[in-house]
């Protein structure tokens, strides 16, 4: 049983990765909006970085988480749209049809989407070093970054395969995705919590799950290898994938029952 979930879970990522390719304007436009999100973030809001609260960082060092989770946000939501393709086209009911398994059918895409994104991720990191981008903790430093940055697609990507086989609609599991968008700026996305000002935006900022992820990836880039600051966007990711994974494993369940 684990060698045919192994098995099938590799033929059905490679298969959701080639339709990928097939189709790259699936997720270029993605990229370019990540890109050109670092490039004005850091074009205009670069002079903050000479407030005393950021102590000389480097701005680009502490924008480019954001530009990152955006990515992880538009790539995740492509496990939502293969899902909902194959159930219009019918290649989902004949997929159920068959010794595969159930399981694999709903990791494929998931997995394929995290790869997409971990070459996202990489493209948006190389031109903030064309930029002028400045990593502490080196080479590790940027390799930590990138695994939470695909535990945090992977926490994405869960939620929106969840939506799409509760669904079946494009629609609707584009716009279950595009919800999240919000969680970026509800956070500590331009300044560091304490220049908050407005005090419902604080607690926003505290309950906000994409606060720690921002705060990890930051510590890693700027502040070096402090264990606490680090393991707080790991937990996060821990608690959201836990959820949203466990939400489309019952979606699958249902949408088997249904086919």
Do not use: H
């Amino acid at each position: 049983m684990g060698n045919n979930l192994w098995k099938d879970t590799w033929l059905m990522t490679v298969r959701n990765i080639k339709t990928t390719l097939r189709n790259p304007f699936s997720f270029i436009p993605n990229l370019i909006i990540s890109a050109f999100f670092l490039l004005v973030y850091e074009g205009g809001l670069s002079g903050i970085s000479q407030l005393p609260t950021f102590e000389g960082a480097n701005y680009l060092a502490f924008i480019l988480p954001v530009s990152i989770v955006s990515a992880a946000i538009g790539g995740a939501g492509g496990a939502g749209q293969s899902i909902v393709k194959d159930i219009e086209n019918g290649f989902f009911s004949r997929l159920l049809l068959t010794p595969a398994s159930r399981l694999a059918i709903v990791l494929g895409p998931i997995i394929a989407g995290m790869l997409q994104l971990v070459v996202q991720t990489l493209l948006i990191i190389g031109i903030a070093f064309l930029l002028g981008l400045e990593v502490v903790t080196g080479f590790g430093g940027i390799l930590f970054v990138l695994l939470i940055a695909v535990g945090w697609g992977l926490a994405f990507a869960g939620y929106s395969a969840g939506v799409a086989l509760r669904t079946g609609n494009a629609q609707a599991a584009q716009a279950g995705t595009f919800i999240f968008f919000p969680l970026i700026f509800l956070s500590t996305t331009f300044v560091p919590y304490e220049l908050i000002e407005a005090q419902w935006l604080k607690i926003a900022a505290t309950i906000n799950p994409t606060t720690y992820i921002f705060e990890s990836m930051r510590t890693a880039l700027i502040d070096g290898w402090v264990f606490w600051d680090l393991m707080q966007g790991v937990f996060a990711i821990i608690i959201v994938c836990t959820i949203t994974i466990t939400f489309a494993a019952i979606s699958a369940k249902k949408a088997v029952s249904r086919g």
